[in-house]
């Protein structure tokens, strides 16, 4: 709770299988009351999957609750009291068939913070060796892609694509491995 809130009330207005709404009345510090509806549900990850020759795998799926198709990178929910490392290396065998010797967070962030808590964990999976994926019913129209880390950063840009979690993660992949090819230690300095 933050620093000087309190919760008066909280209910809940829904709970399904994926998804509960909540509504909680608060008093704020300045003892003003309010109310919030948001969502909660398990965590997320997404996975960028980069290669030897710096590309990255991405997932393209049909998504319901958007009406389109969209590239992103492999990832999904966690599984209720799974970590979210593990469930970065599941939904990348999954999804994609890859399995990653080296799998380091890049970073925590909330997906809708105003609306909905829930975090997603943005991971950079290296030392890759693809084999069969294993997807869901849902998944069943899912295509693997390859594309050079270059390019898909370009797509972020470009409208190609907007997943909020690939966004963050291509980006977050090209300014840590821009970064390291350009450190002393990689001898280009």
Do not use: K, N
Request: charged fraction near 25%; hydrophobic fraction near 40%; aromatic fraction near 4%.
């Amino acid at each position: 709770m933050i620093d000087g809130w309190t919760t008066v009330s909280s209910s809940v207005e829904y709970a399904g299988l994926r998804v509960m709404v909540r509504r909680d009345s608060v008093r704020r510090s300045d003892q003003s009351l309010g109310t919030y509806e948001y969502t909660e549900s398990v965590d997320g990850v997404r996975v960028v999957a980069l290669d030897d020759q710096r590309r990255i795998a991405l997932v393209e799926e049909s998504v319901y609750v958007c009406g389109q198709r969209l590239l992103m990178c492999p990832g999904g929910g966690c599984e209720r009291g799974e970590d979210p490392l593990a469930a970065a290396h599941r939904e990348l065998a999954e999804e994609a068939g890859i399995r990653a010797s080296e799998v380091e967070l890049l970073t925590m962030m909330w997906r809708m913070p105003a609306g909905a808590r829930t975090r997603e964990h943005l991971y950079l999976a290296r030392g890759l060796s693809v084999g069969e994926h294993h997807r869901d019913p849902s998944e069943a129209d899912m295509e693997l892609h390859w594309v050079p880390l270059e390019q898909a950063v370009a797509m972020c840009s470009d409208g190609r694509i907007t997943e909020a979690g690939t966004l963050a993660a291509v980006l977050l992949t090209a300014q840590r491995t821009t970064a390291f090819a350009g450190s002393p230690a990689a001898g280009t300095a």
